[in-house]
């Protein structure tokens, strides 16, 4: 059963914070309650037009990823059941997808991203400059080259409303000191690589990808948030990758291509999508979910 829920109401517990996508609640015993919504952002702006059934998605995909990597790192989940810890006589039925239980972290205040292809902010920054995130590349690469080796591009975390900014990793290392920058460095990667691996084997290409980490009580590094979503990642369709164009993908560049044919300054308040937009990208969603979980 599928529901839609554009923004949360639990009265009882503490809203920590509301982000582009998640309502986070606070519990007892330094844990967290995560809501994703089926709210939508792109340009690092909210649309006004949620994307239904989107938060129970993410949800779904992320535990799976979760659940998968937890050989490679440590991840902030609880394993207990959302549903048990709302308020009464709060419905459990909008929330028991599109929630989960997770240990309150201290957030590692950068964006991970990790690429293997070259796209989006790093290939125009590859064209202004023949680098991204200060890692010099070949010259002439074309839209979606794929890279030699994956690489690490991290950026700033900035606030709702605001763009994230491709750093060097020598500002991660000035920000977080050097051996937490290592750790987060080799975890994106070791991350990254396994996911794109089990992708591939499933006709999806992993373009990059984008964690997020926090540490616990014991200063253990944990990937948090959300994992390897259609929201945090780009997915391609394998069998139409081709360098020098956009591939078909299950992600929401679909929404970003329809945004840039509009006259907007990618400033508040974002313009509404169409019914056709929208759909489109609940179906991408969603069969990226069907593809990678089946």
Known sequence: MTTSLSESALPGL??????????????PEQRLLLVATDRLSAFDVIL???IPGKGELLTQLSNFWFGKTAHLCANHLTGIDPVSVLPSPVDPVPFAQRSVVA????????????????????FKEYLAKGSVSGITLDAGLPLAAELPEPIFTPSTKA?????????????????IGGALAEQVRAATLTLYRYARTYAAARGILIADTKFEFGLDENGQLRVMDEMLTPDSSR?????????????????KQFVRDYLETLDWDKRPPAPHLPASVIEGT???YAEALARLTA
């Open 14 to 27: 503490p809203l920590v914070h509301r982000g582009k996508v998640r309502d986070v609640y606070a519990l």
């Open 48 to 50: 006004p037009d949620p």
């Open 103 to 122: 240990m309150r972290l201290k957030p590692v205040p950068i964006e991970a991203i990790a690429r293997g292809f070259l796209i989006g902010s790093g």
């Open 159 to 175: 606030a709702v409303g605001d763009h994230d900014e491709n750093i060097s990793f020598d500002r991660v290392v000035a920000t």
């Open 235 to 251: 997915f391609w369709e394998a069998g139409g990758w081709q360098p020098g164009r956009n591939p078909p993908s299950f992600d």
């Open 282 to 284: 609940r179906a991408r």
